[in-house]
């Protein structure tokens, strides 16, 4: 769930996505996008402002349960 400001200073969802997305590791925000590990070892980009998937590769043959990380301008798994 993507929470943004309800302008009564609370937070509402902004978008909400139940289908490949990790259990533990947390997503990275950069810019207008998301990014995240998937469990099964998918990396993800999201538009976060509206949730839809830019892109999603598999970048390991198995799971993982880290957190991506940013490094100045990189994002890193």
């Known amino acids: 769930v993507l ?3 309800d302008g009564k ?5 902004a978008w909400l996505r139940r ?4 259990y533990v590791p947390t997503p990275v925000a950069h810019g ?6 998937t469990d ?5 980009c999201a538009d ?3 949730g839809e998937v830019v892109w ?4 390991l043959a198995r ?8 490094i100045g301008d990189a994002v890193v798994g």
């Not at 207008?32 to 590990?37: E, G, Q, S, T």
């Open 3 to 5: 929470l943004a400001p």
């Open 9 to 13: 200073g609370g937070a509402a969802a």
């Open 19 to 22: 289908k490949d997305t990790p």
């Open 32 to 37: 207008a996008h998301l990014y995240w590990l």
């Open 40 to 44: 099964t070892g998918f990396a993800t």
């Open 48 to 50: 976060a402002a509206s």
């Open 56 to 59: 999603s590769e598999r970048v």
């Open 63 to 70: 799971g993982v349960t880290a957190s991506p990380v940013l």
